[in-house]
C-alpha cells in the first residue's frame, strides 16, 4: 500500500513564509511526477505546481516567483517552500504522486490527507 504524507502547513502572517514537505511511502517501483494542489474555502481544488522524474517544472500563474518546488527522487519526497505569503494562499494543500508500484503495472494517482495552510493579514 502506497502512502503520502504531508508535513509543514500552518498559520502565518502575511509576506512570511512556509515549508512543506511530503514523503511518499510503501510499494513503490517508480513515481513519474509529484505536485502540490490546494483548496480554499468554498473552491475547487487546483493546481499549484509540479515537478517530473527529470526535473520540468510547472507552476500556476500567481505563484510563480514565490513558491518553488523540489523534490529528493532518493527520499520519494517532494517540497513546497512558499514565500511572500498573501490571505488568498489560504487553503488545504494536497500532496499529489502519479506513481508505479511494479515495473509492468500502469500509473496511478495517489493524494496525500492534506495540510493547512492559513495566511493573516
Known amino acids: 500500500q502506497v502512502q503520502l504524507v504531508e508535513s509543514g502547513g500552518g498559520l502565518v502572517q502575511s509576506g512570511g513564509s512556509l515549508r512543506l514537505s511530503c514523503a511518499a511511502s510503501?510499494?513503490?517501483?517508480?513515481?513519474?511526477?509529484m505536485g502540490w494542489y490546494r483548496q480554499g474555502p468554498g473552491k475547487q481544488r487546483e493546481l499549484v505546481a509540479t515537478?517530473?522524474?527529470?526535473?520540468?517544472?510547472n507552476y500556476k500563474d500567481s505563484v510563480k516567483g514565490r513558491f518553488t518546488i523540489s523534490r529528493d527522487n532518493a527520499k520519494n519526497t517532494v517540497y513546497l517552500q512558499m514565500n511572500s505569503l498573501k490571505p488568498e494562499d489560504t487553503a488545504v494543500y494536497y500532496c499529489?504522486?502519479?506513481?508505479?508500484?511494479?515495473?509492468?503495472?500502469?500509473?496511478?494517482?495517489?493524494w496525500g490527507q492534506g495540510t493547512q495552510v492559513s495566511v493573516s493579514s
Open positions: 499529489n504522486a502519479v506513481l508505479s508500484v511494479a515495473s509492468s503495472s500502469p500509473w496511478y494517482t495517489y
Open positions: 515537478i517530473t522524474s527529470g526535473g520540468i517544472l
Open positions: 510503501g510499494s513503490i517501483f517508480s513515481i513519474n511526477v
